[in-house]
């Protein structure tokens, strides 16, 4: 009977004989510690700098047809174990459940009967309507709040290993390319604050508020009254003992609170790295919200991931199914153009958009860099599962970006039909120092 690396080899030769002819990989993939063969899908000269070693058969369906949720549940769930550089694997995965789409593409379409248009366009219709109302029930403030506590509650300490000092998650702004993390992440928040002309005195309501860092900043340098907003307890609870550090207690509010619970109105709105948890269906709503919320004269800022599909689909090759089912349970992103659209339907016009993927890649490659750093102590602090989805996730997200399958937009806006005046000639207000 052959070894178990020998009969290995000979099933996935066949497969492996196909991704090389059509585009060579650096893998090289083997059974267990001390393989006595393997199999190569990169093309000789070229030696494999990556290895993939199987752990269970359970990873061989993920391996003969991958897709990103395939294969990030394989390596999650210990199926399979990669050596190499992270960004360098998560190529390799990208790649692999690309290929195995275009294979699973040409076969689709030699086999394909296609329905008649009108039949097609009529079942196109009832499944939209059938999502969206699907998709409406599930964002409950209740399940909402659950896939809150998955994901931002893991532990303060456990964030603060990988982000700047002052843990903003979300994107940051490099005005020049040469700043370090916690650089750009302040003039993120300046270039925001900017951008909404805060000023001392006015009313600030931060949707999704994290650790505060952003509404602290305005009350300290703009001079601004603060409300922030967070489903996360520990934000909740480290936002508020900073605020009480900061001494603004008098300026700043922190709440628990759901963005559909608040009441009042304010100069200034903005909303960072939040509307990716609001749902496709329910954005003319949540926009409505803000309309609401905002002064008659009052400008909003909302800084959020776009999909580039222009349909709204999600991330290809299953990284959108493996997002929403290890990492961002309930996320969805629209495409710019909906958002665009359902800021309109929710009564607001936008009128300076920026796109910041650039951006967006840069501070992902500082988030997965500083964690593969601290991998050994992350991975005292949480489960080996977490550990692995937090792992893909950022490097993910960073090829992600890099590769412009997601986007990073700054949309700002104000209440519909105020009159034209009121709006600035040019850009260059947003590039003035910040205030303080
Ligand atoms: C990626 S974090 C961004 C935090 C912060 N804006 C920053 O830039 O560091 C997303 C934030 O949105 C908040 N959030 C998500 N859904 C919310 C909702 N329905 N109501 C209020 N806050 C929400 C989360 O609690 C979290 O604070």
Known sequence: MPSLDVALVRALEPWAERVRSRAPLPLCICWGDEPSAAVYLCAPPHEPTVRLTLRSPKALPALLSPSLESLGEAYVEGHIDFEGSVSEIIDTAWRLAELAAEE?????????????????????????????????????????????????????????????????????????????????????????????????????????????????????????????????????????????????????????????????????????????????????????????????????????????????????????????????????LPHIGTVLTTMQRGGLEAFDVENLRRHYARTLACWSEAFEARAEELRRMVDEKRFRIWRVYLAGCRWAFEHDRIALYQVLCRRAGRPARELPWSRRWMYAPASG
């Open 104 to 332: 699973g593409a040409d076969s689709a379409a030699a086999e394909a009967a296609v329905p008649a248009p009108s039949v097609l366009d009529r079942l196109m219709q009832r499944m939209a309507t059938a999502w969206q109302d699907r998709q409406r029930a599930r964002h409950t403030p209740g399940a909402d709040r659950a896939a809150i506590e998955y994901h931002y509650d893991v532990s303060n300490a456990f964030y603060a290993r990988w982000l700047d000092p002052a843990m903003v998650y979300s994107c940051a702004y490099f005005e020049t390319g040469e700043e370090t993390l916690a650089e750009a992440q302040q003039k993120k928040i300046d270039h925001i604050l900017t951008k909404l002309r805060l000023a001392p005195g006015h009313t600030l309501l931060d949707i999704g508020c994290g650790w505060g860092a952003l509404v602290l900043r305005a009350a300290e340098r703009f001079g601004a009254r603060c409300v922030g907003i967070t489903l996360s307890q520990n934000q909740y609870e480290l936002a508020r003992e900073r605020v009480r550090a900061a001494g603004l207690e008098d300026r700043v509010e922190i709440r628990l609170q759901d963005y559909r619970e608040v009441e009042g109105r304010f100069d200034r709105i903005s909303s960072v790295g939040m509307f990716e948890h609001v749902g496709l269906a329910n954005l003319p709503q949540y926009f409505r919200r803000i309309h609401d919320l905002l002064a008659d004269d009052g400008w909003a800022m909302n800084h959020g991931i776009t999909s580039t599909d222009p349909d709204d689909g999600e991330t290809p090759y299953g990284g959108g199914r493996f997002i929403d089912r290890y990492v961002f349970p309930q996320g969805e």
